[in-house]
Every structure is written in structure tokens, then in C-alpha cells.
């Protein structure tokens, strides 16, 4: 701990220095690979500690997700901060990434200004090219009028904001499942959307490696938390030919994981905050965490599709 | 001369409305706060992602107020779109409606929709 604790002056273990590094370890992100068809992640820790740069690989991005900007309670007084360190990471990566993956929730309430503090931060990024899919937090008051106005300038969006991209022989489709929810329901794609994801891979082949993001998970994590998407089904049904589809979210603030045949479901961490486990809490807001005990509940996960026999293996370990 | 007396006359005359509505305002609230117990609270908490009464029953004609207290955003929406909808609550604010037509208002909150609640209006 010596190498985060220096400044420790109600001697609880905790200083300013090293609560917001630890942070940094919750909200950096994962960096995911793809070499041949095969997707794996690993976080910017796991990678700051390697010593050279990462394997030679066809495609390398990164998804950061939840950055709450404007967030300001006692779960993280500063997730500004917090965000400018996982930028600061992704800068001294070996290897760039091609580009970042936000997974939404970029505000905590869909301010301009929360908006504009984001924007200014993450040009000290020296990835450039960012694709976002919107979380609830960025939609409240406009329906995402304000979110697609700025984010989705790089892409052909259509509808509510969804859209689909190719880079490097991998077929990426970001999804919009925070607007028009009903009572008492779930995340929603829509009948539109999904009509659209049905004709968007249509004619792709097999082989073709599908990576889907979108803010609340397409499985159901916890529905009770509203943490599931409700017509997740009928999408995934028209990505079941393929044989790989990584599917990654946002939302839950931690890294969860579950594999459905050739289909890789995984949630990535917040750069601002972390949430409870599923059912482990009152409800599934914001949870404080004493910054000593961070980096035992932080963990990698690899994950390895190896098309033609399916075979996977994903392998978990933390970073104490 | 006479001009002068009757905008006078006019001003005594809204001066005394003023002060005389006032009061009755107010002793309405207190009164309406008062018979919270038989008639139902007319403010509703949001805690921990639940609307606390789930279920309110008004008279009509009484507002009702939520407040906040999560550290999470959230709204307050119609499903029949029977009243306008919220902005989005931040921690501690409130929104208030004044309870119309007798009947029963589902609602919701469209960040995390498996917030429901009703309100039941009374005569």
C-alpha cells in the first residue's frame, strides 16, 4: 500500500493521492484485442505493468464507460479527476488503442456543462476517435437530442442514435436501449431498432466477428434492478449464426461476464464510482468503498473465442 | 377628483383581497397538513428506488410533492400522460402536481422504470 498511501493524516489507510489512484484502477477500463477473430480484454493495469508493447495485433480498442461527470457525492467527490486519470493511462499505453468505446452515461444529469467539462477533458486523449452509445443519465430532459447532436457526428446514426461501423474485419453495432422505457420494464431496443439490426447484418458472413455495445447490459443481470434489457432476445437472435459475438456494457459499474454459446456478454467498470453486486444492497445506487480494499475486488478477465470448434476459455484474476 | 378615488377605492379594494387570501392560503395548507393522517400524506420520499407510499390516495384539489433522496436522478412520468411529466430530480429536489379529476394516476420513473407508483383522487 506504501506505493498509494502517503499523505494519511486520520490514519484510516486513506489519502486524497491514493483514493484517486485507486480510483483509477476501478475506472480505467479494458483494453480489448482482436487477432484473428479471437477477442480478448485485459485491463490498463494488467497492461501498465508489461514491460514491452502488446502483441502484434490486427485491432486493438478500448472501452471506457460511466464517467458521471457532474456526479459530486461521497461515492466519488471528483470523478473529473477520476476520468482525467484513466485518460492519462490510455495515453501511456505501449500501443494506442485505434480507438475508445464509450458505453454511456458520459454526465450525471445531461447538463451542457457536464457535457462540455467531458469534451474538454478528453481532448488531452491522444486516441482520437471515440464511438459512444448513450446512457440514461445523458438523455433526461431531451430525450438524447443534446447527445446526438455532439457524439454522433463520425457515423451514419439512425433513429434514436444506433448505428454500425467495420474496422479491421469486425463488425461493430452500437445500440440505444435507454430511451422510451415503459413502467415497470427494462432497457428497450424497440421495434424500429431492432429492425434495423436485423437487415444491418444480414448479408455479413459467418466468420465475421460481431462486437455489440450499448449501455445497459443485453442479458439479464439483475432485472430486479432493471439491470436487462427486455427485447435483448429478439436481437441476439439475429446475431446466434455468427460465431463470435462479444456483446459489452456499461451500466452496473463492474465487471461481470457470461458466456451463451458463441456470444460473450461482458460489463465493463465506471471511471467515477462502483455499484453494488447484484441483490447485495438496499438498491443499486452509488456504493462507498474504502480505497484500501479497491484493488481486491478489481480483477482481468481474458477471454478467448476460437472460431470453428467454440471452444473458450476466460480466465479472472484481481490485481491484489 | 374622482378619477383619483376610485383607483383608490380599487387599490383598498385589491390590498384587501391580498390580505385576506393570504391567510386562508396558508390556513388551507395547515389544515390539508393537519389531516395528513386521515387523508392520506401528500408528499411522497424516493428512497432506494422505491416511491414511498407506493400508493397515495388524495383528495382532489390537495398537491402532492415528491422529493428526492437518492443520490440517483429520477422522474416522475404519467403512463397515461394524465400529468406533465417531471424534469429530472437531483438529489433533494422536489416536484409537485395538484391532484385533478378523481380517478387512479399510475406513474413512474422513466430513468429507472421499475419505479412505479399511484396516486388515487378522491372527491
New interface residues.
Partial sequence: MSDYISHDHEDDGIDRRGFLHCMAWAGTGLLWTVSGGVLASKTLAQIAKAAGPLPATDLSFLQISDSHIG?S???NKDVTETFKIALDRINSMPTPPAFLIHTGDIT???KPEEFDTFDQVLKSCKTKDVFYVPG??DV??DGGKLYRDRYLKSVEAKGSGWYSFNKNGVHFIGLVNVLD??????GQLGDEQLEWLEADVKDLGTSTPIVVFAHIPLWAVYP???WGTSDSERALGYLKRFGSVTVLNGHIHQVLQKVEGNVTFHSAMSSAFPQPAPGTA?????MNVPAEKLRSVLGLTSVQYRQGNNALAIVDSNLS | MTTITLKNKLAALLCGFTLLALPLFTQANEMKNADGGAGGDTRIEIK???FNPQTLTVKSGEKVTWINR????H?I?S?EKQFKKS??L??DQEFTITAGAPGTY???C?????M?GIIIVEK
Fill in positions: 456526479f457525492k461521497e461515492a450525471q444529469l445531461s440514461e443519465h433526461l430532459n422505457l415503459q413502467a415497470g420494464g427494462l430486479q434492478w432493471g438496499p438498491s443499486p445506487g452509488p | 432506494d428506488f422505491h437518492d443520490e440517483e436522478p422522474t412520468v403512463v424534469t429530472a437531483d438529489t399510475s406513474y413512474f422513466s430513468v429507472h422504470p421499475k412505479t
